[in-house]
């Protein structure tokens, strides 16, 4: 069985602070998708990752898949309140994906 | 350009009951995916399709069956409830092998409890 462990699992900071959130495993994955969900609603994909080594950037978020591919991380630059959710790692492979558990981010103003 | 939507948003059952659960894309995407969302434990895949008139199992298949009659809709069906199914239910679709990624694109979710 596929696992993705994310770490930490909630981080709670204040804004303008920056922060790294982890995604790992011992697979793996073919891409792997970060995805960002606010309460009640589903997740929504924010980037993907296919080769080991990649780094993308989005506005103030940086992601990095391992040269490995079997791990990535998202790092967000001076946090701001509406960055505030749950953030979701998940490694495709063989038409399916693997969710990690999340990590919820709070940014206090 | 609806993108994922499924029906019901809410759902209350008692211990027993049946019911169905539609999930409809808009995208032509050939795969579609049915997870199911607990506090602190992330999303659980219950059953997916590869395509019309496919389905496979998930990660926490059992309660649960699934058919995929025509390609934009995927209907997740509970024969009989349980109070461990009181969960969030998203359901999902991707390109799959024809984009390669599997970036997928979620519903808004239904919430069901079952008495």
């Known amino acids: 069985t596929q696992l993705l462990e994310q770490s930490p699992q909630f981080l709670s900071i204040q804004e303008g602070e920056n922060l790294t959130v982890y995604c790992n495993s011992s697979?793996?994955?073919?891409?792997l998708q970060w995805y960002r969900q606010e309460p009640g609603e589903g997740p929504v994909l924010l980037v993907t990752v296919v080769t080991g080594g990649e780094v993308k950037k989005l506005k103030r978020l940086t992601f990095q898949f391992g040269d490995a591919r079997k791990d990535s991380s998202l790092h967000i630059t001076a946090a701001q309140p509406g960055d505030t959710g749950l953030y979701l790692c998940a490694g495709a492979r063989a038409g399916k994906s693997t969710f990690g558990d999340g990590t919820t981010l709070t940014v206090k103003p | 350009n609806a993108g994922v939507t499924q029906t019901p948003k809410f759902r209350v059952l008692k211990t027993g009951q049946s019911m169905t659960l539609l999930c409809a894309q808009d995208?032509?995407?050939?795969?579609m995916y049915w997870y199911r969302q607990d506090p602190g434990m992330g999303l659980r895949l219950i059953h997916y399709?590869?395509?019309?008139?496919?389905?496979a199992k998930g990660e926490v298949p059992d309660g649960y069956n699934v058919s995929r009659l025509k390609k934009q809709n995927f209907l997740l069906g509970l024969e009989s409830a349980a109070p461990s199914q009181t969960s969030v239910y998203f359901c999902?679709?991707?390109?799959?092998?024809?984009?390669?990624?599997?970036?997928?694109?979620f519903g808004p979710g239904t919430r069901l409890t079952v008495t």
């Open positions: 995208m032509n995407h050939e795969y």
């Open positions: 399709s590869v395509g019309e008139g496919t389905t």
């Open positions: 999902a679709s991707s390109y799959g092998l024809a984009g390669g990624l599997y970036e997928q694109y």
């Open positions: 697979s793996v994955f073919s891409s």
